[in-house]
């Protein structure tokens, strides 16, 4: 499904979550808290728009992603970008060492990890001690008003619109 979509997946985004997905990639990145130098890896990392602006803070981004179609036009997009490489990965089953990266980030990913506690100790494993593991995923609001807007939103407004 992802790779029919790669081409306008950022946009639909965009669209889809009214602008916000500009402000949670902003606050991701904040919480990373990256440093140049530091190696990270963005996993579900779809075309790249996220590691490409963690890569301006100086760190060594791995934009992975189980989507041939994603990680083809995420290097196509970004061909001149330094600081990010682009791998096909499994969350499940990480091709990279134990230890090997100062951070992990997933956005809106997890929820697609067909086995998430598989996905979770991997990312766990390839952080190094004292890393940082920085999850951003939609929850449901607690505050009933909101949550009613969110589910209506949800379930009536998104569908047709995605399609």
């Known amino acids: 499904m992802f790779d029919e979509v790669a081409a306008g997946y950022d946009r639909t985004n965009t669209i889809l979550s009214v602008g916000n997905d500009r402000l949670w990639r902003r ?7 990256p440093r140049p130098g530091q190696r990270i890896l963005d996993l579900a990392a779809g075309t ?6 963690i890569a301006r803070t100086g760190a060594d ?31 499940t089953a ?12 997933i956005s809106f990913g997890l929820r697609n990890v067909q086995d998430a506690d598989a996905g979770l100790r991997e990312m ?3 952080t190094k001690p004292g890393g940082r593991l920085v999850i951003c995923e939609f929850s449901h609001p607690t505050s009933p008003a909101i949550s009613a807007l969110y589910r209506f939103y949800n379930d009536r407004i998104l569908p047709p619109v995605a399609r």
């Open 27 to 33: 606050a991701t990145t904040r919480a990373l808290s």
């Open 48 to 53: 790249g728009t996220s590691s490409v602006a």
């Open 61 to 91: 981004v791995v934009a992975a992603d189980f989507s041939p179609g994603m990680i083809a036009e995420g290097r196509r997009r970004h061909a001149g970008v330094s600081g990010v490489s682009f791998v096909e990965a499994d969350a």
């Open 94 to 105: 990480l091709p990279f060492e134990d230890e090997e990266f100062d951070a992990v980030t």
């Open 124 to 126: 766990l494993r390839v």
